[in-house]
T-cell receptor
Framework: EADIYQTPRYLVIGTGKKITLECSQT?????MYWYQQDPGMELHLIHYSYGVNSTEKGDLSSESTVSRIRTEHFPLTLESARPSHTSQYLC?????????????FGPGTRLTVT | AQRVTQPEKLLSVFKGAPVELKCNYSYSGSPELFWYVQYSRQRLQLLLRHISRESIKGFTADLNKGETSFHLKKPFAQEEDSAMYYC?????????FGAGTRLTVKP
């Protein structure tokens, strides 16, 4: 079944650790996104990709990095986690770069850095 | 700069009452606007988009360029409409979301 997956769903980690949040989609979408969302706040775009080997930063500055080596995979990495990185991270994809196409969201990863 | 404002964080109505969730936007070009919804323990998903001019689950939204608004309306709210609603604007290379409105429909 075509879907978008995120792992882990929940992660509690200590300061200074390196972490990778996984996102995979089986919908064949070219465009993928990472959003950061604090409770009660809007979603902020932190990274997006138009396709393989294409990555761009979003409107919210983030210390995370992303890669897009395969169409279906868009992992997000934090080299050294800090408490300020505690948030929910949502991955999404869309089928084309047209502005009217909907985005499909994964279930999210809730990250807590202690 | 593009911006989406949802002035109400919380909105509570009784079942059967009309409901309107407000959304105002700021964008210099021609906007593409959406409403997304997140039900309890479910993913964020598209509810409707203005370009389709459709009614989904009884909800409609009209783009008012003069007032730069895209309010979401339903004439008779149902308990299953209780959820978090996000207005979103697509412009340029990205999508901007509002902070969301939590709608509670009381029995």
């Amino acid at each position: 079944e075509a879907d978008i997956y995120q792992t882990p769903r929940y992660l509690v980690i200590g300061t200074g650790k390196k972490i990778t949040l996984e996102c995979s989609q089986t919908m064949g979408h070219d465009k993928m996104y990472w959003y950061q969302q604090d409770p009660g706040m809007e979603l902020h775009l932190i990274h997006y990709s138009y396709g393989v080997n294409s990555t761009e930063k979003g409107d919210l500055s983030s210390e995370s990095t992303v890669s897009r080596i395969r169409t279906e995979h868009f992992p997000l990495t934090l080299e050294s986690a800090r408490p300020s990185h505690t948030s929910q991270y949502l991955c999404a994809s869309s089928e084309a770069s047209g502005r009217w196409y909907e985005q499909y969201f994964g279930p999210g990863t809730r990250l807590t850095v202690t | 700069a593009q911006r989406v404002t949802q002035p109400e964080k919380l909105l509570s109505v009784f079942k059967g009452a009309p409901v309107e969730l407000k959304c105002n936007y700021s964008y210099s070009g021609s906007p593409e606007l959406f409403w997304y919804v997140q039900y309890s323990r479910q993913r964020l998903q598209l509810l409707l988009r203005h370009i389709s001019r459709e009614s989904i689950k009884g909800f409609t939204a009209d783009l008012n360029k003069g007032e730069t608004s895209f309010h979401l309306k339903k004439p008779f709210a149902q308990e299953e409409d209780s959820a978090m609603y996000y207005c979103a604007l697509s412009g340029g290379n990205d999508m901007r979301f509002g902070a969301g409105t939590r709608l509670t429909v009381k029995p």
